[in-house]
């Protein structure tokens, strides 16, 4: 891009020394006009700066000199220079190159002077010619001027808080990844035009220092950057450019925690990365929809967003574009999906904003389409590019990087809490837990599966940490929950939770102690259900019933006996009846489901080896249960 605007400057003052006489009858100036021409056509814009400043020196009124310093500085992204530059060449003669009204105006919106800049947008479209592309840029951009106007009249509620000295330096500190308990902070540090990853844990007296994250995913040769961690803080997705694996110019990369260090990186391959440029990933809480950057084929823009889903088989889908409710003929980049799965923030400068990228939310809505964008308002958004934003489970508290509060050098990596409803994600929580072994407390790596009870769905596909045997999951969805352990070895454990009253930012912790096979061992089925003094299994058992098939299938020498058990409510005839026939109904269904009859028997015991005293209602429902012994293994 760069690159195109330097030789559209170059042209342009070529075309000058062709067609025009120089305004200057200083022959330094002109020697020094030349020379940043020169210059220009190395691309050695800062040299060509400095000669420009000098033929402005010896002629003051040199309008071609001011003209081209202005167009370089706005190369350069240097916005204020840029203006005070374009507004020398109009104070000299106001109907020269009048074209250049929009440049002008351009970097005024882009430096936040949004009067001036709509002044002389509309002096830009009263000039310009029908056939200038930069005529709709400018209609847009006018609304930009008095969306800003009105927005600073209004501020929403802003008050960044810097992450501190263990986490920013003199360097520049951006894309701040963090994991759902919030405890484990991996951002991108640029030092010596080097971007690698770093990290930092967080403990009851703040920030440790950061440390360089990992040999096997920073290299010497390249870039590593724009990152997302799953919400369980167990796979890294990033973005590496022009490395010898990779297939475009920058490709998406996964790397998977194994203990306490990080696998050797894999990129993605078809049909996510291409030959184009995919960057900028961000993860859904199921670890199952992967949101990225692009200007692949298909794109409105430069640069949209666009998301894969992955498949049963385990395969990442045909990426999908996000559609015109969120991309625009302009550009879409970092995208950040909300563990809510429904809320998405992204930086645009294609929705009417401040100038620049500007910070935008939108829902999925039932129909499964997204909402337009609502700008997040100033000043969390301003003239400057504002994008990376990171949120928080519970929707309270955001990450983001700037250069505007005179941090610790560059960019620094701050906080902010989210005070405005409209712009906060749904409220999510999360289920944190240890695996370890009952016998010997040794941790365990181990598959973890979380179930939305009221529809069966599996929401949650992760497994446990095994230097620490620790679980981590986002609660996107619903208010009960079944929670499934299985590892080699052992049996698997069932146990099933609720989150409709708990507290806010306070996670459910569970504790899982795996038994291993032995015979006489057995495991609480604390995800059946039957209807009240019936037999007959209710769809929430379902996936109970999946994982106990599974399991015998996959332990074919295993024998187990099915017991059922009641409280003491009744009489006991009846309860003795009730827990056999509840025993059976889970025997039939694992017959009907490809496991032998003669490695399954059932019986029922009624009221009788109650676990809890049945004197409270909770002691009751603990003793009404199904579960199964280890008979053979």
Not at 500 to 522: Q, R, S, T, Y
Not at 555 to 584: C, H, M
Request: aromatic share 14%; charged share 20%.
């Amino acid at each position: 891009m760069r690159i195109f605007i330097i030789i559209l400057f170059v042209f342009t003052q070529n075309y000058l020394f062709a067609q025009e006489v120089l305004s200057s009858n200083s022959k330094a100036a002109i020697k020094n006009f030349k020379k940043a021409n020169g210059y220009i056509d190395q691309h050695s814009l800062k040299l060509a700066i400095v000669e420009l400043q000098e033929a402005t020196e010896n002629d003051p009124d040199f309008i071609e000199a001011y003209l081209l310093l202005a167009d370089v500085y706005r190369a350069e992204y240097d916005y204020l220079d840029a203006k005070l530059a374009y507004k020398k060449v109009y104070q000299i003669n106001p109907n020269y190159a009048p074209e250049r009204y929009f440049y002008f105006a351009d970097t005024e919106l882009k430096s936040g002077d949004y009067v001036s800049a709509k002044e002389h947008f509309l002096k830009f479209l009263s000039v310009a010619i029908t056939s200038d592309k930069n005529i709709i840029k400018a209609q847009k951009f006018i609304k930009d001027c008095d969306f800003s106007l009105d927005a600073i009249k209004n501020p929403v509620p802003f008050k960044p808080i810097n992450m501190g000295p263990a986490i920013n330096t003199y360097d520049d500190e951006y894309m701040a990844a963090i994991t759902t308990d919030e405890l484990n902070l991996i951002f991108t540090r640029q030092s010596n035009e080097k971007e690698d990853f770093y990290q930092s844990f967080k403990t009851d007296t703040g920030w440790k220092k950061a440390e360089y994250l990992s040999k096997f995913i920073n290299t010497p040769d390249y870039n590593e950057g724009a990152q997302c961690i799953s919400p369980d803080g167990q796979y890294l997705f990033f973005t590496g450019c022009n490395r010898p694996d990779g297939v475009g110019r920058c490709d998406i990369y996964i790397s998977k925690k194994e203990g306490l260090k990080w696998s050797k990186p894999l990129e993605l391959g078809f049909p996510i990365n291409t030959k184009g440029w995919e960057s900028q990933p961000s993860i859904s809480a199921d670890g199952r929809t992967l949101y990225f950057v692009s200007d692949k084929k298909g794109t409105l823009g430069g640069y949209d967003i666009w998301k894969s889903v992955l498949d049963s088989m385990g395969k990442w889908g045909v990426p999908i574009n996000l559609g015109p409710n969120i991309n625009t003929p302009f550009d879409e980049q970092s995208p950040f999906i909300h563990p809510d799965g429904k809320t998405l923030y992204f930086s645009s400068d294609g929705w009417v904003g401040l100038g620049n990228k500007d910070i935008f939310i939108s829902r999925l809505g039932d129909n499964l389409q997204w909402s337009l964008p609502k700008n997040l308002g100033y000043p969390i958004n301003s003239y400057s590019d504002e994008g990376g934003l990171t949120i928080n489970a519970s929707g309270s508290t955001a990450y983001f990087s700037s250069n505007n509060f005179n941090g610790f050098g560059g960019l620094d990596l701050y906080s902010f809490s989210i005070i405005p409803q409209n712009i906060k994600p749904i409220y999510t929580n999360y289920v944190k837990g240890k695996v370890y072994d009952e016998h010997t407390k040794q941790n365990i790596e181990a598959e973890i599966y979380i179930l939305d009870l009221k529809t069966g769905k599996t929401i949650i596909s992760s497994y446990s940490n095994y230097a620490d045997g620790s679980f981590l999951a986002v609660l996107p969805q619903g208010t009960s929950y079944a929670l499934h352990v299985c590892a080699n070895g052992y049996l698997y454990y069932s146990e099933s939770f609720d989150v409709a009253f708990h507290k806010i930012n306070v996670p459910v912790i569970l504790d899982v102690p795996l038994k291993k096979i032995e015979i006489g061992k057995n495991v609480i089925l604390k995800n059946m259900y039957f209807e009240t003094n019936k037999y007959n299994l209710k769809a929430e058992s379902r996936a109970e019933l999946i994982y106990l098939q599974s399991f015998l299938l996959s332990n074919p020498t295993i024998s187990i006996v099915i017991e059922g058990f009641t409280d003491n409510v009744g009489d006991d005839v009846s309860n003795q009846i009730l827990s056999g026939y509840r025993a059976k109904s889970v025997y039939n269904y694992l017959i009907n489901n490809g496991i032998k009859a003669e490695r399954l028997r059932y019986i029922g015991f009624g009221k009788n080896k109650p676990i809890a005293p049945n004197t409270t209602e909770k002691g009751r429902a603990s003793n009404r249960r199904t579960e199964f012994v280890i008979t053979n293994k």
